[in-house]
């Protein structure tokens, strides 16, 4: 997923309408007016999505052996009580 570009009118819309029972008196028109919000270039928003994606892909892969360890761990519990119960141990 690339990255939006917010345009200056929707930023102001958005910090004017999210405001609530906090009267901020130095943010006003002309502070909004001049909010810039810098926008990656398109070859540094694809960098930044493949980086993301190759972090999704470990993430997964860390969850992967995780939920196999644990697995593997509650097999093993259960083992050792079976021995422990049966007089095995």
């Known amino acids: ?5 917010l345009e200056p009118g929707v ?3 958005h910090l004017i309408e999210s405001g ?7 943010l006003n ?6 909010l810039k919000i810098p926008i990656p270039s398109l070859i540094e928003q694809k960098g ?3 980086k993301l994606n ?3 892909v470990n993430a997964r892969e860390l969850e992967e052996i995780y939920l196999k360890k644990q697995s593997h761990l ?11 119960f049966t007089g095995k141990l």
């Open 1 to 5: 997923m690339v990255g939006f570009i």
């Open 11 to 13: 930023a102001k819309k």
């Open 20 to 26: 609530t029972g906090v009267n901020i008196k130095s």
């Open 29 to 34: 028109q002309q502070a909004l007016s001049s």
């Open 48 to 50: 930044i999505v493949s």
């Open 54 to 56: 190759g972090l999704y």
């Open 74 to 84: 509650d097999e093993l519990k259960q083992s050792i009580l079976h021995q422990a």
